[in-house]
């Protein structure tokens, strides 16, 4: 055993670095094809070998573990229990019609928080409800050949776990490879990415001397890659087993352009902010997301874990690598941009079981800036992709001008609910509008977590609620700082 221990530790693997003086860049091979020209400028690539140590093993779960940890995960609650919960949900939708009725007269006193609460309240009942109609897509033993990329910059803590995760996903080995792309990190992140790739034959490893940004370290991944389709994984995300079989069983339709997988909060159980975000994901994805997919049209695939038929990403690759703001190049394109991109010809899907855990912001400041930097993208999207989805299905296209327009207004609505209402309430002797907004919005809040209570048995639905009370206070208005800061180029939360 001793002797065995000492050989692996002392065997060693040939890499071969393929280095671009121009581009700065330079692509690590173990085993798989070297690239011959760099694939930004298309010249000869310096060529280089060495003989490297194999690094140590790093533990990471168990397929035992693992389904632990998803049992953990989706740990219903009792019957009774599960039964008294939906009826609570459908006495708060009730609270919710009730209100939206006896406010009618209102409509001509405050019109537009009248109308709006009524589109709002329509517009998540109608997700629940078309939701409910979701069907995941039928497993058909479908195994292309897929190409796992992994952006990163700055996340040697880890980054390693993320790529052993990956192997030991499951997916058949001679039909994956994984391409890292090191976005000119300060840290240890590169020495993470090779010394995994000693242990790994089919890991390739891009380092961007200088960082590019986002959307560069997806396309020189896309460029690289081999694989029929490609599966986006960020640094800080942990898939499951079988996962990525389950995000390539859409694919089967040649109409799908894209698949969203599942992502949970990796990292709840560490505050009171991580625990509504998980609470918040569920809602998005369950309910969001699943009902987008009834129709075909889910209108982003997160980065953190979804997969993209690769041609459909090359034949929009320039567009989206030259997106322009205000009339500026920048590094713009990210994953609502790419997927709108892409949704204007094919279909996007989700899947709810190709399931994996994330890395959420652990500190308010890293999540006031990860939240400006999703408004910034929203806004961006808004004027190119509302040009053509009126084309699309009415179901889904309504849908999207509701989700998408809806925000902008919401701040002057709050506002006028809560400050101006109560004001006009005492002037004119009339009933104060604040309480059945607040009561409303209330009612809302308890369905969608209570529903993650009943779907997963987490007993910290209730987190939902600073969801709810932060948005209204802070974050809603966060979406006017976007507007004012849309050129802003950021990519990473924690950078």
Not at 138 to 164: F, H, S, W
Not at 468 to 482: G, K, L, R
Request: aromatic share 12%; charged share 15%; glycine share 6%.
């Amino acid at each position: 055993m001793e002797g065995s221990a000492s050989a692996e530790y002392t065997a060693t693997v040939r890499i071969t670095r393929c280095h671009c003086p121009n581009c700065a860049l330079a692509v690590h091979v173990h085993a798989t094809p070297v690239p011959v020209v760099c694939p930004y400028c298309r010249r000869p690539l310096d060529r280089s070998e060495t003989q490297v140590a194999m690094a140590p093993a790093v533990d990471f779960p168990s397929l035992e573990e693992a389904r632990e940890r998803l049992a953990r995960l989706y740990r219903r609650p009792p019957k009774w229990l599960a039964g008294l919960i939906l009826t609570v949900m459908i006495l708060m939708l009730a609270t919710a019609v009730f209100m939206q009725l006896r406010s009618a007269g209102n409509y001509f006193y405050q019109p537009l928080v009248s109308i709006y609460s009524l589109v709002a309240g329509l517009f998540v009942v109608s997700r629940f409800l078309i939701a409910s109609m979701y069907v995941a897509p039928p497993d058909q033993g479908y195994e292309p050949t897929a190409t796992v990329l992994v952006p990163c910059m700055n996340e040697g803590k880890v980054i390693r776990q993320t790529i052993e995760r990956i192997f030991a996903a499951r997916y058949p080995n001679d039909k994956i490879e994984v391409v890292c792309v090191n976005d000119g990190s300060t840290d240890d992140t590169l020495a993470q990415m090779l010394a995994a790739q000693t242990r790994h034959p089919n890991l390739v490893v891009v380092d961007f001397e200088k960082n590019r940004g986002l959307s560069h370290a997806w396309a020189v991944a896309v460029l690289l890659g081999r694989g029929e389709f490609v599966v986006c994984v960020d640094s800080d995300t942990f898939i499951f087993p079988g996962s990525i079989q389950k995000l390539m069983q859409g694919f089967t339709d040649p109409t799908v352009g894209g698949v969203s997988g599942h992502c949970d909060v990796e990292n709840a159980g560490r505050n009171l902010l991580t625990r509504m975000q998980d609470v918040r994901y569920f809602f998005s994805y369950k309910v969001m997301k699943a009902a987008e997919s009834v129709s075909g049209a889910v209108s982003c695939l997160p980065g953190c874990f979804s997969a993209y038929r690769r041609v459909c990403v090359l034949h929009v690759l320039d567009e989206w690598l030259n997106a322009k703001v205000l009339g500026e190049y920048g590094n713009y394109g990210d994953d609502r941009s790419l997927t709108n991109l892409i949704l204007k010809d094919y279909k996007i899907l989700y899947h709810d079981q190709a399931l994996a855990t994330t890395i959420a912001p652990e500190n308010w400041k890293q999540y006031v800036r990860q939240q400006a930097r999703w408004s910034r993208s929203y806004l961006r999207e808004i004027l190119k992709v509302g040009r053509w989805m009126w084309r699309k299905h009415p179901v889904p296209a309504l849908s999207w001008y509701a989700m998408m327009w809806m925000p902008i207004i919401e701040p002057v609505v709050i506002t006028s609910a809560l400050a101006i209402a109560p004001v006009m309430a005492v002037l004119s002797g009339g009933s104060n509008l604040a309480w059945s907004y607040l009561l409303g919005v209330t009612a809302i809040t308890a369905v969608w977590t209570l529903h993650f209570w009943e779907q997963t048995g987490r007993r910290y639905w209730w987190t939902g609620f600073l969801y709810t009370v932060t948005y209204m206070a802070f974050f809603s208005w966060q979406i006017y700082w976007a507007l004012a800061t849309i050129g802003g180029r950021h990519w990473g939360t924690r950078e």
